[in-house]
């Protein structure tokens, strides 16, 4: 029930495309629900956040939509660059003080 | 400020050796963590600490040992090294608990053999 399943493992997108990665959770305690950005040989780092009394949050060219019903969460990168060629990690929490359960990860690659 | 820096980089145990990761944050961080990272498989907490002296096992603990003696330090011991504990490891940093950014070190690279 700590779970937070990711997918797909993997996504090769054009560039100026739409990348969608999807994340699921069992745990209805959870309350935020992160994604972090890892670079090839760097620790991952913050991209956006997300609490479920919103469905959506947008920053930039970078949406996560959130579907409390149904306990999923999604990240949708718009106008998709080679520089968003990154590992993203979907996570959640159940409340502060509580520590995060990642997801397993997926690797985009943008094509020029 | 360099935010949260680990030492080393890279390293190669035989099985059976012990070694210490370090980690040092400038931040005035209250929370740290560190964490694994296993091809396919996310990142497992391994024992994070809330604040200097305090200290609270992971997902993952065995294995490892750890002390915050410091609000800057946090380094992580493995005693007896494994093959099974060849991994990425990355230490990490947060104001707060969960809901607090998160800043992670590099990482560092082992190889147990």
């Known amino acids: 029930q700590q779970q937070v399943k990711q997918s797909p493992q993997s996504l090769i997108v054009q560039k100026g495309g739409i990348s969608i990665i999807n994340c699921a959770y069992e745990n209805t305690a959870f309350d935020y629900f992160p994604w972090y950005q890892q670079f090839p040989g760097k620790g991952p780092a913050l991209l956006i956040a997300?609490?479920?009394?919103?469905s959506e949050k947008k920053e930039g060219r970078f949406t996560i939509s959130f579907n409390k019903s149904a306990k999923q969460f999604s990240l949708h990168i718009m106008d998709s660059q080679p520089g968003d060629s990154a590992t993203y990690f979907c996570a959640a929490s159940a409340g502060r003080g509580q520590n995060f359960v990642f997801g397993p990860g997926t690797r985009l690659s943008v094509l020029p | 400020n360099a935010g949260v820096t680990q030492t080393p980089k890279f390293r190669i145990l035989k099985i059976g050796q012990s070694m210490t990761l370090q980690c040092t944050q400038d931040?005035?961080?209250?929370?740290m963590y560190w964490y694994r990272q296993d091809p396919g498989m996310g990142l497992k907490l391994i024992y994070y600490s809330v604040g200097a002296g305090i200290t609270d096992k992971g997902e993952v603990p065995n294995g490892y040992n750890v002390s915050r003696s410091t609000t800057e330090d946090f380094p992580l011991r493995l005693e007896l090294a494994a093959p099974s504990q060849t991994s990425v490891y990355f230490c990490?940093?947060?104001?707060?608990?969960?809901?607090?950014?998160?800043?992670f070190g590099p990482g560092t690279r082992l190889t147990v053999t």
């Open positions: 931040m005035n961080h209250n929370y």
């Open positions: 990490a940093s947060s104001f707060g608990g969960a809901e607090d950014e998160q800043y």
């Open positions: 997300i609490r479920p009394d919103v």
